[in-house]
């Protein structure tokens, strides 16, 4: 019993990298190999997908796109986040329970829902097709989550530690930014990443706000995928590269993952 | 903890409150103005009362998907919170295969939702993926373009691999907080394996998973990339869910009345299950 209890990971995790295989391996074959023969593994192998991906730039500036909104909207729900996420942790203040459930139903709000509203209001406000339009409509989802994951965080925090800041004589910016921010950084860095992977997963809304100037990676994709019929491999190249930010930051957070979907309350 | 009452915290929550303000309210108010109203085009509205909303909650249409956006997330609740727990309790608690588990078993959470479509789409195609091309090899008529059942099962298991491993990182988090002792009084009083689960490590994962099926829940209701990247709704629309139908009236029919009633019966469903996950959360913090 004891002994095959390892199985049972290793068979899931097997199955989560079968269709991951499945993606890569393809990137690597050729057109003709992917629609002419059923091969396991690439047997002409070659980087084509890779090149045309990294010169042609209706494709390389879909990932500077979708990297220059995931920033600007990781930076601003973060920013925002942090002193709100301080009042609720230390303060009781009017109204301050249904502000915070309020917060929470935006985190759960379909992004259908919001999709038509939000090209409406982002044109009448003329910031259409921006990284600008991408990034805020994001934050209506990441403040809320961005705010509760460091309350969690703050709240874990001793009220001492304020009080012996102020007695020391310390202002409230200066402790906030020389105290606080340093003795929660992992709560911050887990808020940030959270905001990044949310904001990079998305689609539907991303799609919708942009048309040519700001078009994320993942639109570029689906674009290709229906027009082009079948350029399976530079579909998977495209799929593959978009893996491969998540895989490297997961490292950084792994403990603090289920924290973060628990936001903040595990 | 010991929370003061200060006013003035409202200056620090007000940079909050003004972003999500302009992004939630203002679109939402205009989605409330176009449920009670008619459209002929060249923005000439006419009132319409409640009529878009008798209307939907009448409709065949809207009770098919309803029954289907049940259904999936019925069963992939049933599937995922099982399979979590199990692979939750299988894991290595200390050693350097955590870390390589954690990581490996998170990825499919990382990965764009348009992207895990597409994974599916090609993993599961009858000639050229692996999934499609082995289950045809082994006498399975498997095509999930056109034939119903399959767009379902192709449907289910794209979601079991992609959240299962929300529900095993939320349970082992629990798991790992039990305290040694524990399982040291349980061997010393001759526990079986089934007690020691079922009075130790279940109730101590009773917050976590509680938590895990709220989410599941919401997001699986919320679902709209995946599918429509992988099936489009079809074949027919046998695999449109909520939010597809929902798409597919305001933006691409353009029936802006009927596509905000629907949305605003939409949000109310989800409003209940945040009320209820919301009492979850905050009541375990006052324990």
Known sequence: MARAKWLIPT???????????????????????????????????????????????????????????????????????????YAFSRYRFLGDKHLFFWLLTNRMAPAAVFALPFFQ???????????????????????????????????????QLDETAYVDGYSFPAFFVKIFIPTIAAGVGVAAFFCFMFSWVELLLAKTLTAVAAKPIAATMTKTASSSGYELGLLAAA???????????????????????????? | MNKTVNQKAWFFVAPVLILVAFNAIVPLMTVVNYS??????????????????????????????????????????AIEIPLGVIIALAMPRKGPWVSVCLVLMAMPLLIPWNVVGAMWNIFGLPELGLLGKTLNMIGFDYNYTRQPGDAWFTLILMDVWHWTSLVVLLAYAGLVSIPDAYYQAARIDGASSWAIFRYIQLPK?????????????????????????????????STTLLSLDLVKIALGQF????????SLIYFLVILLFSWIFYTVMTRGEEQ
């Open chain 1, 11 to 85: 068979i899931y995790i097997i199955f989560l990298m079968l269709p991951i295989y499945w993606l890569v391996s393809m990137s690597f074959k050729t057109t003709n190999e992917i629609l002419g023969s059923f091969t396991l593994w690439p047997q002409n192998f070659t980087l084509e997908n890779y090149r045309t991906i990294f010169t042609d730039p209706t494709w390389y500036t879909g990932y500077i796109n979708s990297i220059i909104y995931v920033t600007i909207n990781t930076v601003l729900s973060v920013t925002v986040a942090l002193p709100a996420a």
């Open chain 2, 36 to 77: 009670v109203q008619e459209t002929f085009g060249d923005n000439v509205f006419f009132w319409a009362g409640l009529r878009w909303f008798e209307e939907i909650l009448r409709s065949p249409r809207f009770h098919d998907a309803l029954g289907r956006q049940l259904f999936f997330t019925g069963t992939i609740l």
């Open chain 2, 205 to 237: 994962m009773k917050r976590v998973l509680t938590i895990a099926v709220l989410l599941r829940f919401m997001d699986s209701f919320n679902i709209y990339t995946e599918p429509s990247v992988l099936t489009g709704g079809g074949p027919g629309n």
């Open chain 1, 239 to 266: 799929g593959t590269l978009t893996i491969i930010p998540g895989a490297i930051v997961i490292y950084f957070v792994r403990n603090y993952i289920a924290k973060g979907f628990a936001l903040g309350r595990v």
């Open chain 1, 121 to 159: 209001l982002y044109s009448a406000i003329g910031i259409f097709d921006t990284h600008l339009a991408v990034a805020l409509a994001h934050t209506l989802f990441n403040v809320p989550l961005a705010v509760w994951i460091l309350e969690g965080f703050m709240s874990g925090v001793p009220k």
């Open chain 2, 255 to 262: 029936d802006l009345g009927p596509a905000a009633a629907m």
